[in-house]
């Protein structure tokens, strides 16, 4: 599964002109860039869901969270609700925004849409909530 998907992202890196970077099997990260010069990491994932099938998680981290900060908590919860596509989400101690595709139902199109979605999305948090382009 691995190769297949290995096979896929330099298609998709080919198409798109995004350049990614292999962390291990299965994981990507990539350096999106926006007007303005801000620019946000979006790491893409090989996954499977609850019944086995594949999956692609994209996801980027928003900021780090101090566990004092319930305000920012109940803020993103919120937030999640005006959410097109993804979720906000804790990783560790870092709010994330992340969505998942299944891998069969992926053409480059649809998968170069999410990882966009999710860095530009992740990237418009993080200024709003950081005043920074910290990712």
């Given at each position: 599964?691995?190769?297949?998907?290995?096979?896929f992202i330099?298609?998709?890196?080919?198409e798109?002109?995004?350049?990614f970077?292999?962390?291990?099997?299965?994981h990507y990260?990539?350096?999106v860039?926006?007007?303005?010069?801000?620019?946000?990491?979006?790491?893409?994932?090989?996954a499977?869901?609850?019944v086995?099938?594949?999956?692609v998680?994209y996801?980027?981290?928003?900021?780090?969270?101090?566990q004092?900060?319930t305000q920012?908590?109940?803020?993103?919860?919120?937030?999640?609700l005006s959410?097109?596509?993804?979720?906000l989400?804790?990783?560790?101690?870092?709010?994330?925004l992340?969505q998942?595709?299944?891998l069969?139902?992926?053409?480059?199109?649809?998968?170069i849409?999410?990882l966009?979605y999710v860095?530009?999305?992740?990237?418009e948090?993080e200024e709003?909530?950081?005043?920074?382009?910290l990712q």
């Amino acid at each position: 599964m691995f190769e297949e998907f290995d096979e896929f992202i330099s298609a998709v890196s080919v198409e798109t002109h995004v350049n990614f970077e292999k962390i291990k099997d299965g994981h990507y990260e990539a350096n999106v860039e926006f007007e303005g010069g801000r620019h946000q990491r979006c790491t893409v994932r090989l996954a499977k869901d609850d019944v086995d099938d594949p999956t692609v998680e994209y996801y980027s981290v928003i900021c780090e969270v101090p566990q004092e900060n319930t305000q920012l908590y109940k803020a993103a919860l919120i937030l999640n609700l005006s959410l097109t596509y993804g979720a906000l989400s804790l990783m560790g101690n870092h709010l994330i925004l992340k969505q998942t595709t299944w891998l069969q139902n992926n053409d480059p199109l649809r998968f170069i849409k999410s990882l966009t979605y999710v860095a530009a999305m992740a990237d418009e948090l993080e200024e709003k909530l950081t005043g920074d382009d910290l990712q």
